[in-house]
C-alpha cells in the first residue's frame, strides 16, 4: 500500500521540527526526573528515564543527520536550520543530572568522546551548507561552544566515574584527615572520600581506614544513619551525574561562561530581522533558546543549592566568614523550601510459605482464581520468576514477589544499633553462624543440652542459613502462645496477656526475613555462594513445606488469608513430634529451631530472631563487592548496599580475616596505633587485589616460619602479645 502524496509531503515539511522538539523534550524529561530515580520507588518513573536515556542520544543523531538533507541552496531557512545544529549537540551534552544510567556507561567514555567528532562534522556541515549567509553566524557559534563544552563535561565526568578514572582520582587525592569543628555534612563526605575505593574492590589508604571506624563508632545511630544517607547520595552524583566536573574551580567558571553565552545568543536572535523567516522556523528558535535558558537556570539552581556546594563553601579559605555565611543561608533556605530525600530504601519480599500455599492449591479453576485473589490482598503482585530445581529433573517453581516495604528509619536504626552492638565481640564469636551466639546464651535460660544441634549449625552454608531462619522467623511470627508447646505437654505461662501483640521487632524481623530471602533466590548475583547447590537442597524444602500442606489440608481449603497462614504454622509447629538431635531436612531443623524459641519469652525470642538476621544481613554484604553495589546505586534502594558501606567504615573485613591485609585489628586500641601497625606493613600504599593476596601470603608465611622457629619478632611488648596470640 503506498503512501498518499499528501503524507509524503507533510511529512518531509514537519521531520525536523518535530523530532527537534522531541529531542527537546527528552532532555526536559531528564533533567526533571533524572535524579528522582534515586529516591523514588515507582517503577514507571523509572521507565521513563530509561526510555528517555536510550532515546536522547539516537534522536539527536538522527535530526543532525536529517538537517544535513534538509538543506536547500535556494531556501532562505537555511541560516534558521543550521542555527539548530548546536542545540543538537548541545542535547547530546546531557544534562547535569544523568550522565550515565548504569555503571557500564561510564566505561563507554572513549567511545561517547569519539562521538564528538563525527557529530561536529555534521554540525559544521550544516553550518557551512548555510554560507555565505552570516546573519546568524555569531549566535551559531555560541551555541556551539556552550555544547562543545556540555560536551566534553560529559565525557569527562563519564571517564571520572569509571574503573580507571576512580583509581586515578584515588592516587592522586590526598585526605585532609578530620577536624573537631567539622560539621555533618563535611564529615560525611569525608567518610564517603576515604571509603570511594571500595567501589571498585580497592583498598582505601590505611591511616583513614581505621579512623572512619573510630568515627562511626562514636557517633550515635541517628548521626550514622543520617551520614550513611549522606554518603549514598555523594556516590550516586558521582558515579552518575556531571557532580564531580561541576564542583570544581573549573566547573564553576564553565557555568558561567556557558551561562553568558546562551543569553547573549537569546539576545542577538532577538535584535536580528526575520521578515524572511518563516513563522514556524522562528517560534521554534525561541523554543529551544528559551528552554535552554530556563534548563540552564533550574542547573544553576541545582548546583547553588546543592550538598557539595556547601562543603565547597566551608572550604574556601579565603573570604572565609563571607563563604560560611552563604552556605548557612543556602542551608537555611533549603530547609525552608523543602525536605531532601538523600535515599530512598526499600526491602524486597519473598515469603516461601505463602509461595508454597500457591503451589499446593488444586489445580481447579474456581480454587485458582480463589488463591490468585489471595495472592493479591497478600500484595503477590510484584514480579514473578521461574526457578529451576534440578538439572535432571523437569521441575520448577514459579516464586512470586511482594511488594516492597520501605525501610522505615525505625528499621534503619535497629540493623545500625544491633551492628554497632557486634563490634563488642571476640572475633572467634563474629564469625561463628548467624544467630549461635544468641542460641548458645539460651541454652543457659531454658536448661536445654541442645549443643549437638547448634553445632550442626556449622555446616550449614550461608545461603541455607538464610533459609532456615526464614522458616523459623516464619513459624514464630505466627505461633500462639495459648497453644501446648510442641516439645512439651503444657501451655507457656505468659502472664496476664492472652494475646501476643505482633511487635514493630517482630514486623521488622519479618521484613528482613523476606528480604534476605529475595537476595538468596532472587537477585543472587549480588552475593557469592560456596557450598552445596542451593538450588536441589532449595527444592527439597519447598517439596516438604508443599507436601505437609497437601497431607494436612486434603483438597486445600480456602480460608481467609490470615488465617490460612497462621493455621498452616500452627500445623507445623504441633503437628508432628520431631527428634531434637535427629533431625535431616532442612525444614525439620527449621521447626525444631522454631520449637527452643517458642519456649523461651517472648522478649528474649525476637532478641535472639533479630541477632541473626542482622548477622546475616552483614555477613551477606561480606559477600558482595564494590562493583555490584556501585552498579545498583543507580536503582537507589537496596538495604545490602547500605550495609556494605558500613561494613566498609567498621572495618568488618579486617574482622573476618585478620591477616587479610597485613595488619592486626582484633584487640582494642586506638586507631592511630592500628594505622601505624599497618602503615608498618604497606608504607601507606594503595594496594589493590592482587597485591594485598601477595602481602597477605607473605604474613601468613612468615607466621608459620616464626611459630615454627619460636622465634620472638622485635616488637612493642603489646605487639608482641598480639603477634603471639594469632
Given at each position: 500500500?503506498?503512501?498518499?502524496?499528501?503524507?509524503?509531503?507533510?511529512?518531509?515539511?514537519?521531520?525536523?521540527?518535530?523530532?527537534?522538539?522531541?529531542?527537546?523534550?527528552?532532555?526536559?524529561?531528564?533533567?526533571?526526573?533524572?535524579?528522582?530515580?534515586?529516591?523514588?520507588?515507582?517503577?514507571?518513573?523509572?521507565?521513563?528515564?530509561?526510555?528517555?536515556?536510550?532515546?536522547?542520544?539516537?534522536?539527536?543523531?538522527?535530526?543532525?543527520?536529517?538537517?544535513?538533507?534538509s538543506m536547500d541552496d535556494s531556501s532562505?531557512?537555511?541560516?534558521?536550520?543550521?542555527?539548530?545544529?548546536?542545540?543538537?549537540?548541545?542535547?547530546?551534552?546531557?544534562?547535569?543530572?544523568?550522565?550515565?544510567?548504569?555503571?557500564?556507561?561510564?566505561?563507554?567514555?572513549?567511545?561517547?568522546?569519539?562521538?564528538?567528532?563525527?557529530?561536529?562534522?555534521?554540525?559544521?556541515?550544516?553550518?557551512?551548507?548555510?554560507?555565505?549567509?552570516?546573519?546568524?553566524?555569531?549566535?551559531?557559534?555560541?551555541?556551539?561552544?556552550?555544547?562543545?563544552?556540555?560536551?566534553?563535561?560529559?565525557?569527562?565526568?563519564?571517564?571520572?566515574?569509571?574503573?580507571?578514572?576512580?583509581?586515578?582520582?584515588?592516587?592522586?587525592?590526598?585526605?585532609?584527615?578530620?577536624?573537631?569543628?567539622?560539621?555533618?555534612?563535611?564529615?560525611?563526605?569525608?567518610?564517603?572520600?576515604?571509603?570511594?575505593?571500595?567501589?571498585?574492590?580497592?583498598?582505601?589508604?590505611?591511616?583513614?581506614?581505621?579512623?572512619?571506624?573510630?568515627?562511626?563508632?562514636?557517633?550515635?545511630?541517628?548521626?550514622?544513619?543520617?551520614?550513611?544517607?549522606?554518603?549514598?547520595?555523594?556516590?550516586?552524583?558521582?558515579?552518575?551525574?556531571?557532580?564531580?566536573?561541576?564542583?570544581?574551580?573549573?566547573?564553576?567558571?564553565?557555568?558561567?561562561?556557558?551561562?553568558?553565552?546562551?543569553?547573549?545568543?537569546?539576545?542577538?536572535?532577538?535584535?536580528?530581522?526575520?521578515?524572511?523567516?518563516?513563522?514556524?522556523?522562528?517560534?521554534?528558535?525561541?523554543?529551544?533558546?528559551?528552554?535552554?535558558?530556563?534548563?540552564?537556570?533550574?542547573?544553576?539552581?541545582?548546583?547553588?543549592?546543592?550538598?557539595?556546594?556547601?562543603?565547597?563553601?566551608?572550604?574556601?579559605?579565603?573570604?572565609?566568614?563571607?563563604?560560611?555565611?552563604?552556605?548557612?543561608?543556602?542551608?537555611?533556605?533549603?530547609?525552608?523550601?523543602?525536605?531532601?530525600?538523600?535515599?530512598?530504601?526499600?526491602?524486597?519480599?519473598?515469603?516461601?510459605?505463602?509461595?508454597?500455599?500457591?503451589?499446593?492449591?488444586?489445580?481447579?479453576?474456581?480454587?485458582?482464581?480463589?488463591?490468585?485473589?489471595?495472592?493479591?490482598?497478600?500484595?503477590?503482585?510484584?514480579?514473578?520468576?521461574?526457578?529451576?530445581?534440578?538439572?535432571?529433573?523437569?521441575?520448577?517453581?514459579?516464586?512470586?514477589?511482594?511488594?516492597?516495604?520501605?525501610?522505615?528509619?525505625?528499621?534503619?536504626?535497629?540493623?545500625?544499633?544491633?551492628?554497632?552492638?557486634?563490634?563488642?565481640?571476640?572475633?572467634?564469636?563474629?564469625?561463628?553462624?548467624?544467630?549461635?551466639?544468641?542460641?548458645?546464651?539460651?541454652?543457659?535460660?531454658?536448661?536445654?543440652?541442645?549443643?549437638?544441634?547448634?553445632?550442626?549449625?556449622?555446616?550449614?552454608?550461608?545461603?541455607?542459613?538464610?533459609?532456615?531462619?526464614?522458616?523459623?522467623?516464619?513459624?514464630?511470627?505466627?505461633?500462639?502462645?495459648?497453644?501446648?508447646?510442641?516439645?512439651?505437654?503444657?501451655?507457656?505461662?505468659?502472664?496476664?496477656?492472652?494475646?501476643?501483640?505482633?511487635?514493630?521487632?517482630?514486623?521488622?524481623?519479618?521484613?528482613?526475613?523476606?528480604?534476605?530471602?529475595?537476595?538468596?533466590?532472587?537477585?543472587?548475583?549480588?552475593?557469592?555462594?560456596?557450598?552445596?547447590?542451593?538450588?536441589?537442597?532449595?527444592?527439597?524444602?519447598?517439596?516438604?513445606?508443599?507436601?505437609?500442606?497437601?497431607?494436612?489440608?486434603?483438597?486445600?481449603?480456602?480460608?481467609?488469608?490470615?488465617?490460612?497462614?497462621?493455621?498452616?504454622?500452627?500445623?507445623?509447629?504441633i503437628g508432628t513430634q520431631i527428634d531434637l538431635l535427629?533431625?535431616?531436612?532442612?525444614?525439620?531443623?527449621?521447626?525444631?529451631?522454631?520449637?527452643?524459641?517458642?519456649?523461651?519469652?517472648?522478649?528474649?525470642?525476637?532478641?535472639?530472631?533479630?541477632?541473626?538476621?542482622?548477622?546475616?544481613?552483614?555477613?551477606?554484604?561480606?559477600?558482595?563487592?564494590?562493583?555490584?553495589?556501585?552498579?545498583?546505586?543507580?536503582?537507589?534502594?537496596?538495604?545490602?548496599?547500605?550495609?556494605?558501606?558500613?561494613?566498609?567504615?567498621?572495618?568488618?573485613?579486617?574482622?573476618?580475616?585478620?591477616?587479610?591485609?597485613?595488619?592486626?585489628?582484633?584487640?582494642?586500641?586506638?586507631?592511630?596505633?592500628?594505622?601505624?601497625?599497618?602503615?608498618?606493613?604497606?608504607?601507606?600504599?594503595?594496594?589493590?587485589?592482587?597485591?594485598?593476596?601477595?602481602?597477605?601470603?607473605?604474613?601468613?608465611?612468615?607466621?608459620?616460619?616464626?611459630?615454627?622457629?619460636?622465634?620472638?619478632?622485635?616488637?612493642?611488648?603489646?605487639?608482641?602479645?598480639?603477634?603471639?596470640?594469632?
Open positions: 500500500m503506498e503512501i498518499p502524496l499528501k503524507y509524503k509531503q507533510l511529512w518531509n515539511n514537519w521531520d525536523v521540527r518535530v523530532l527537534i522538539l522531541l529531542s527537546l523534550s527528552i532532555q526536559i524529561i531528564l533533567i526533571l526526573l533524572g535524579r528522582l530515580r534515586r529516591t523514588s520507588t515507582s517503577r514507571w518513573i523509572r521507565m521513563v528515564v530509561w526510555a528517555s536515556y536510550l532515546l536522547a542520544d539516537r534522536v539527536a543523531e538522527f535530526v543532525l543527520g536529517q538537517l544535513s538533507s532562505s531557512s537555511n541560516v534558521i536550520i543550521a542555527f539548530w545544529a548546536p542545540f543538537l549537540i548541545l542535547h547530546l551534552g546531557g544534562p547535569d543530572t544523568i550522565t550515565a544510567y548504569s555503571r557500564e556507561d561510564n566505561e563507554l567514555w572513549a567511545r561517547h568522546l569519539l562521538g564528538l567528532g563525527y557529530e561536529l562534522f555534521i554540525a559544521f556541515y550544516v553550518l557551512f551548507r548555510s554560507l555565505p549567509n552570516t546573519r546568524l553566524l555569531i549566535p551559531t557559534l555560541l551555541i556551539f561552544l556552550v555544547a562543545i563544552i556540555k560536551y566534553v563535561e560529559r565525557s569527562y565526568s563519564l571517564y571520572k566515574a569509571s574503573v580507571k578514572g576512580i583509581q586515578s582520582s584515588i592516587s592522586s587525592f590526598n585526605i585532609t584527615p578530620p577536624t573537631e569543628d567539622l560539621n555533618a555534612l563535611s564529615q560525611a563526605f569525608w567518610l564517603y572520600s576515604a571509603t570511594k575505593p571500595a567501589f571498585i574492590d580497592a583498598t582505601p589508604y590505611s591511616q583513614h581506614y581505621f579512623q572512619t571506624s573510630d568515627i562511626v563508632m562514636e557517633m550515635s545511630v541517628k548521626n550514622v544513619l543520617m551520614a550513611m544517607r549522606k554518603e549514598l547520595s555523594f556516590a550516586y552524583d558521582e558515579f552518575y551525574t556531571k557532580s564531580i566536573v561541576n564542583h570544581s574551580i573549573l566547573g564553576y567558571v564553565l557555568r558561567v561562561l556557558c551561562s553568558t553565552c546562551i543569553f547573549l545568543a537569546f539576545s542577538l536572535f532577538v535584535l536580528e530581522p526575520k521578515d524572511d523567516f518563516h513563522n514556524l522556523d522562528v517560534a521554534i528558535t525561541y523554543v529551544l533558546l528559551a528552554t535552554s535558558i530556563c534548563l540552564d537556570f533550574m542547573a544553576a539552581t541545582m548546583l547553588m543549592f546543592s550538598d557539595r556546594m556547601i562543603i565547597s563553601l566551608h572550604n574556601v579559605k579565603k573570604l572565609s566568614n563571607w563563604s560560611v555565611l552563604l552556605a548557612e543561608y543556602i542551608v537555611r533556605i533549603k530547609k525552608a523550601c523543602y525536605k531532601r530525600k538523600y535515599w530512598s530504601i526499600k526491602l524486597p519480599q519473598l515469603n516461601l510459605l505463602i509461595n508454597c500455599l500457591l503451589i499446593s492449591s488444586p489445580n481447579k479453576t474456581l480454587q485458582k482464581r480463589m488463591m490468585s485473589w489471595v495472592a493479591k490482598k497478600l500484595s503477590f503482585v510484584e514480579e514473578t520468576k521461574l526457578y529451576q530445581m534440578s538439572d535432571h529433573k523437569k521441575e520448577s517453581y514459579t516464586l512470586q514477589t511482594m511488594r516492597p516495604v520501605h525501610a522505615t528509619q525505625e528499621v534503619l536504626e535497629f540493623i545500625i544499633s544491633h551492628l554497632k552492638d557486634r563490634m563488642s565481640l571476640s572475633v572467634e564469636n563474629f564469625n561463628k553462624p548467624a544467630g549461635l551466639n544468641a542460641l548458645e546464651q539460651l541454652t543457659t535460660i531454658t536448661n536445654l543440652d541442645a549443643k549437638p544441634f547448634f553445632e550442626s549449625f556449622e555446616l550449614l552454608s550461608f545461603d541455607l542459613q538464610v533459609l532456615l531462619w526464614h522458616i523459623t522467623t516464619e513459624l514464630c511470627f505466627h505461633w500462639n502462645p495459648e497453644s501446648p508447646h510442641p516439645l512439651y505437654a503444657h501451655r507457656i505461662d505468659m502472664g496476664n496477656r492472652s494475646k501476643v501483640v505482633k511487635s514493630s521487632k517482630m514486623e521488622t524481623c519479618m521484613y528482613l526475613s523476606n528480604y534476605m530471602v529475595h537476595i538468596v533466590l532472587i537477585q543472587s548475583d549480588m552475593m557469592s555462594f560456596a557450598g552445596v547447590n542451593i538450588n536441589v537442597l532449595f527444592g527439597e524444602t519447598i517439596r516438604e513445606m508443599v507436601k505437609f500442606i497437601c497431607n494436612n489440608y486434603p483438597g486445600n481449603q480456602l480460608l481467609r488469608p490470615n488465617e490460612k497462614v497462621e493455621e498452616v504454622c500452627m500445623k507445623m509447629m535427629d533431625t535431616v531436612s532442612l525444614f525439620d531443623i527449621a521447626r525444631v529451631l522454631a520449637h527452643l524459641m517458642v519456649f523461651c519469652s517472648e522478649e528474649e525470642r525476637w532478641k535472639v530472631i533479630a541477632t541473626a538476621w542482622v548477622e546475616l544481613l552483614q555477613k551477606g554484604a561480606m559477600r558482595s563487592n564494590g562493583n555490584i553495589h556501585m552498579k545498583q546505586l543507580s536503582r537507589g534502594d537496596e538495604l545490602l548496599t547500605f550495609i556494605w558501606l558500613l561494613n566498609k567504615h567498621i572495618h568488618v573485613d579486617f574482622w573476618n580475616d585478620p591477616l587479610a591485609y597485613g595488619g592486626f585489628t582484633t584487640w582494642p586500641s586506638t586507631a592511630e596505633f592500628r594505622s601505624n601497625v599497618v602503615t608498618l606493613h604497606v608504607n601507606s600504599k594503595i594496594l589493590y587485589n592482587r597485591e594485598f593476596d601477595i602481602i597477605a601470603a607473605i604474613f601468613r608465611i612468615t607466621n608459620i616460619i616464626l611459630h615454627s622457629m619460636t622465634t620472638t619478632f622485635i616488637l612493642s611488648p603489646k605487639l608482641q602479645q598480639v603477634w603471639q596470640k594469632y
